[in-house]
């Protein structure tokens, strides 16, 4: 459960009771990373959905860092597709990075890889900024 104190979207962590960790940090040059920490699940979707959202309406490109999720449903990959939706309407670019090990595997299985630009780190992603 989201505190009502937390800071907006783009500033600080977001920490929550359920064990998931959402942190939103400048990335440069009009980019800003995501990155999301636990379980990425049904459970955690809506505050983790409210952070992308807010970061993909206030950048140019959103870095989502995986590396730390250490689980991830359908519901969590359905929030993944969507913000690339959101992303191409907007004009924003989404780029995965550092995918964990069972967010890969669900890329791979549902053949949603293909839909996304995956990088190594977060730091390979913000380098090729455009």
């Not at 800071?7 to 977001?14: L, V, Y």
């Not at 009771?17 to 459970?43: K, N, T």
């Not at 359905?78 to 595997?105: C, E, F, H, K, Y």
Request: glycine fraction near 10%.
């Amino acid at each position: 459960m989201r505190s009502h104190d937390q800071p907006p979207a783009g500033a600080g962590t977001i920490a929550l009771d359920d064990g998931i960790g959402i942190e939103l940090r400048p990335g440069g040059d009009g980019g800003l990373v995501c990155r999301i920490a636990g379980d990425l699940d049904i459970d955690s979707l809506a505050p983790a959905q409210e952070a992308l959202a807010g970061a993909l309406r206030d950048s140019r490109l959103v870095v989502v860092d995986l590396a730390q999720v250490r689980f991830c449903d359908s519901s969590g990959l359905n929030m993944l597709l969507l913000a690339r939706t959101s992303a191409l309407a907007a004009g924003t670019g989404l780029r995965l990075a550092a995918v964990s090990q069972p967010v890969q595997r669900l890329l791979e299985i549902t053949g949603a890889h293909a839909a996304f630009d995956l990088y190594p780190t977060v730091r390979a992603a913000l380098e090729e900024l455009s």
